[in-house]
Nanobody, 124 residues
Framework: QVQLVESGGGLVQAGGSLRLSCAAS????????VGWFRQAPGKERDLVAS????????YYADSVKGRFTISRDNAGNMVYLQMNSLKPEDTAVYYC?????????????????WGQGTQVTVSS
């Protein structure tokens, strides 16, 4: 079982940047695929970005392409989401999730473990 803890959220003005971190413990997730998801009030939890273990292939939702970058540090059991040019519509609780399949990418990623989430609020 992998335990995940997200951090780095906060309040930022539109156009600003934040860097989210996801720390894993319990089992190294260097052989897992990892995704960042977000959930706004009254909406479903949607995949924002993901990265595979095999080949470090990345996926981004259309709404964040060119603005967000996902990266991982397997040695440090960390995954990051750099968010630039933030917009009010990016406001949500952001979660990281782990899929035991090291090849899966994009919408096929199905997390078996979740963190508690970190709030991101972008003011206009």
């Amino acid at each position: 079982q992998v335990q995940l803890v997200e951090s780095g959220g906060g309040l930022v003005q539109a156009g600003g940047s934040l860097r989210l971190s996801c720390a894993a413990s319990g089992r190294a997730f260097s052989s897992y695929s990892v995704g960042w998801f977000r959930q706004a009030p009254g909406k479903e939890r949607d995949l924002v970005a993901s990265i595979t273990w095999v080949g470090s292939r990345t996926y981004y939702a259309d709404s964040v392409k060119g603005r967000f970058t996902i990266s991982r540090d397997n040695a440090g059991n960390m995954v990051y989401l750099q968010m630039n040019s933030l917009k009010p519509e990016d406001t949500a609780v952001y979660y990281c999730g782990v899929d035991l399949n090291p090849w899966v990418a994009g919408p096929q990623l199905t997390p078996s473990s979740w963190g508690q989430g970190t709030q991101v609020t972008v003011s206009s």
